[in-house]
Structures are given as C-alpha cells and as structure tokens.
C-alpha cells in the first residue's frame, strides 16, 4: 500500500506552494489543477465503484484541501470543481436525502460555530459507510448506500446476512434511520491505532453480490438521524435504545461550551470505543422537518475531524547537526503541518545513511508522522521538486568523537554540542546554561575552547549583546559554582567514554596514564571501549584541555 500511495502521488506532480500561491501561469494552473482533479476522481471512482480506496482517508481529506486550495489561487482556470459522490449515485431514492457536514478546521472555526447555538451535543465521528435502513413492524426490509445524497445502490440483499439485532428492533415499529454501518471492535484507541482502513473493509463488504452471515458478523450501527424521529434529542436517543440500538444515546453529550466540544473529542480520540473513529460531529438540536433536507452540508450539523495521524509536508530545507560524538542528524524544515494537535516545523530523518537513502532535497513532499505519539519522523517521499540547488552534506569522516574541541571552520556544531553536555546534568548542571549562552559567548568571542569560560569575570560577560547585568552575574556564579564540583563530575563533563557505572576516581593524571589491558581490567570495559579511553586520554586537544585546567586549580587536574 505504501508504494502504491507513493506512485499515486508521483504521477500528480504537484509542486509545492506554502505560505502563498505558487507562481504558475493560468496555463500551468489549469494544467496542474486538472491533472490533481483527474487523480482524485479516479480515486473517488475506484472507493465508490469497488469499495475499496488506494489512500487513506485523512491523505485523501489533505489532497482534497490542496485542490480547493489551487483553485482559490487561480479562480480563473477553468477546471470543474468536481463533486466526489459523482460516481456514487445509485438507482434507488433515498426517502429522506443524506445531509453532509461541513468541516470545522479548528478551534477557532468551532468556537464560530457555536456561537449563538442552543441545545447542542456532540458524537464520535464513526468511521464507517452511511446508510438509508427502514423498518416495517420492527423489520429491516431495505437498505441504500448513501450515494450522493439523494440516490443510491440498494444493499437490501444483505439483509439476510446481517446481525439479528439489526435486522430485528426490539418493538415492532415503522420507522426510516440514517446512520453509518461500521466494523465493531475491541477496544479501539483512535489516537494509537489510527482508522485501520475499517471504512474500505465496510464498503467492500456491502459492495460485494453476496455475503455469509459469518462475513457480517462485526456489523454495527450508529444512527445520526431519524428524520421522522423525537424532536428532542434525549428522547430520541433512548428511545433507539429502547428499539435495541443503543449505540447513540451511550456516544452522545450535551455541550454548551467549546472546552466541553475539546474535552470530549480528546476523550473519543485517546479512549477505548468499539469503533474507529476519524472526529467528532456537533449537532443542534433545532433542525428543520424532514421533508426540506437536501443533499449537501446541513446548518444544525458539523464535523470536527481528529488531528492528522499523517501528514503531507513541504520541505523548505535540511540542515545537518552534529552531536558532541560527531553523528550527523539531517535536521528537514517544513512548512509548517499539524499533527496530533502539535505544530511541527522540523523532523530528524534519524542518520545521515538514511537521509541519502530517501535522498530528500528542497521542494520535495514528505509524509510524516508520530513515533510513539509524540517524535515526528519522516516516512518517504511522495514527490520529487525541481531540485535546482540540491543540499550538499558535510562529510561524514570529518567528524568523529574527538573532533572539534575548538569552533574552528566547520566545527562550530559539535563544538557547542560538547558545551551543552558539559553544561547538562549528566556533567556539571549548570542551571540556566544552555546552547543559547554558549552560542552568545561564541558570537562575542569569548569561547576559543571548551575551557573558555572558566575564567571570565562578570564586566566581561555584561559587555556581552543580550546578556544583561543581573544574567551576568547569575551566569558567573554557575560558573564559579563548578570549582567545587568533584574531578568525576569534570571527567563526564569532558565526555571521558567510560561506562557510567564506573568509578572515575580523583586524578586525571591517573586515568590518563592507564594502558589499554590496565582498563579492560574495569567492569563493563572491553577492547574497543578500552581502545576509545586510550584514544581519547591521548588526543593532543584533550591533553592541552587539562592542563589548562590544572592552571585554573580545578580539583583533579
């Protein structure tokens, strides 16, 4: 499914644009805009006519904003708008049409919405294929696929097939329910497991001539109207119940407020339901009769969709960190995206060899994700951009564990690395000495190496641009404060590449005259470890380092 996603994408080649329009010619536009409109149809075709969809549902919903997007950029170039359910229109008439939804991008636009608004209640958004089911005396004798509103394809041959308690209401009543049919499960967490692509497996099912009781055994329902039903919300969900389709009144809340509406969509999308789930649909209460519903977004009704678990991204550019042991990290600028109610501006593409390997340039499209819930990671590239002035990586042999002691000419990234480590808990916790104090130092000159520090006096830190006289002050403090820290605290801080269980001693003298077989006598050493120490013990920086040291009377040295 990821390669064909992948080669979907490919063929629309779409450049990107963000933060504007993109600089095309009408031309170009109409060009571009029909062959994404071209893309989508097909795959509006294929979800409706088979069942089935090449693209998940949220990357379909991105595609579909991106077109709406183009066409507002370029009102002029003549490509049709397209209507999605084109291909969905059956033979059978609804006897009441299907409303749809508008979609509420954000907080903002939810709060808009609510305003003003009375006797309001809010349900899980359930993932599913909506249907017509009507009752006779408490039978299901039909059922229609949604379609585009008004018509659509008769599923009643399934009948037989489905579930008794769908097929049977607990009273016998006439009754017409619009609702959506989906594929119960078990303690299904939204936010952990995504939609499972439970909507195609439910379209595929109906879409099929015939199917066996066992294949239909999951089937469920949730109804989001009855047209002909209670006025009052909280009568017609209990009496559903009462008829034996309890899923309603048990996923349904009053709210009154937008933290209400925030509250419970956090709680559908983090909790265990039954269903997936791809948002949260507000509703109010007042809503004109039946007989005036038409096809297409209703006024009482509106959708507010869970955060992308994926997402397409821009790239604006790649920048390469390099940590205190010299690893490169490719660091990839995008626009801008959301994910998981979180805006993510940047995303490590992890090592250097996979950078290379997906070869991510400028211009280029990502999909991205959550790992874990909470890294975003770069999963592949979608489409290539024009790659006019493709980024160059530093080199990867130029930089290793016992590089860059002093910020010379490429250097100066490991080099504030190693500060920030020195500065860290695991060394000598400076509080309030970050990347950002040591990057202020460097600008000014007053950092030629990893001791630089050590000495400065507090006039010449104030004389420094953004460093004011009472952060001064503080910040000559923490750096006093580190004289009274133990050697073992100064030898971490320094990155000595022992294991951190072992004991350090008291003298650096000590430690650096050890040979190779003398370490490997220390718990968790062996011969490459040992080999590491030896190295770095040598190094002439590091020797020039503790000397330096000593002449400051640092304890140890």
Request: a neutral charge; charged letters at 20%; glycine letters at 8%.
């Amino acid at each position: 499914m990821p390669r064909l996603i992948a080669l979907l994408l490919f063929c629309l080649a779409l450049p990107a644009f963000a933060g504007g329009c993109p600089d095309w010619s009408q031309e170009t536009a109409a060009t571009r805009i029909g062959d994404l409109q071209s893309r989508i149809d097909q795959w509006d075709t294929y979800y409706h006519s088979l069942g089935q969809s090449p693209i998940s549902d949220e990357l379909y919903d991105q595609y579909r904003a991106r077109l709406e997007r183009l066409r507002a950029c370029f009102p002029g170039s003549g490509a049709d708008a397209g209507n999605p359910l084109a291909s969905a229109a059956g033979p059978v008439r609804h006897p009441v049409p299907h409303t749809g939804l508008d979609k509420l991008a954000d907080e903002e636009a939810v709060a808009a919405w609510l305003n003003g608004r009375e006797q309001l209640w809010i349900q899980p958004k359930v993932d599913g294929v909506a249907a017509t089911l009507v009752y006779r005396g408490g039978r299901l004798v039909q059922v229609i696929s949604r379609g585009d509103g008004v018509q659509g394809h008769d599923w009643s041959r399934h009948i037989p097939a489905l579930p008794v308690a769908l097929r049977e209401l607990a009273q016998a009543s006439d009754l017409t329910l619009q609702g959506e049919l989906f594929w119960r499960l078990d303690g299904h967490v939204q936010a952990q497991s995504g939609s499972l692509n439970m909507r195609s497996q439910v379209a595929g099912l109906m879409a099929r001539q015939s199917i066996r009781a066992e294949d239909a055994a999951a089937l469920d329902l949730f109804v989001w109207a009855w047209p002909d039903g209670p006025k009052d919300p909280g009568q017609r969900f209990a009496r559903l119940t009462a008829l034996g389709l309890p899923n309603t009144e048990r996923f349904s809340q009053p709210v009154a407020s937008l933290e209400d509406a925030a509250r419970w969509r956090q709680h559908w999308y983090r909790s265990p339901l039954p269903f997936a789930s791809d948002g949260v649909v507000l509703q109010q209460a007042r809503r004109p009769p039946a007989e005036r519903w038409q096809a297409g977004s209703s006024h009482w009704s509106a959708a507010w969709k869970y955060p992308f678990a994926k997402a397409l991204a821009q790239v604006r550019g790649v920048d390469f960190r390099v940590g205190r042991t010299g690893r490169i990290t490719p660091l990839v600028r995008v626009e801008p995206v959301r994910l998981d109610d979180r805006l993510v501006r940047r995303v490590s593409v992890g090592s250097l060899q996979r950078w290379e390997a997906l070869d991510i340039q400028p211009g280029d499209q990502i999909l991205i994700s959550l790992a874990g819930l909470t890294i975003p990671q770069v999963d592949e590239v979608l489409q290539r951009g024009a790659r006019d002035e493709p980024v160059t990586p530093p080199q990867a042999s130029d930089y290793h564990a016992l590089s860059c002691w002093q910020p010379t000419l490429g250097c100066q990234e490991q080099f504030i690395a190693r500060l920030e480590w020195l500065a860290g808990k695991q060394g000598l916790n400076m509080p309030g000495v970050g990347a950002g104090t040591w990057r202020k130092l460097l600008e000014a000159g007053r950092l030629d190496s990893l001791d630089g520090w050590v000495g400065l006096q507090v006039d010449e830190l104030s004389s420094i641009d953004g460093i004011s006289e009472r952060s001064s002050q503080q910040l000559h403090g923490a750096f006093q404060e580190t004289r009274r820290q133990p050697f073992s605290r100064w030898a971490r801080a320094l990155g000595v590449p022992a294991p951190k269980q072992l004991p350090l001693g008291d003298s650096w003298a000590e430690l650096a005259g050890r040979s190779a077989q003398r370490w490997q006598e220390e718990p968790g050493v062996g011969p490459l470890r040992a080999r590491q120490l030896v190295a770095f013990f040598e190094h002439p920086q590091v020797r020039s380092l503790a000397v330096r040291l000593a002449e400051q009377a640092i304890e140890g040295f």
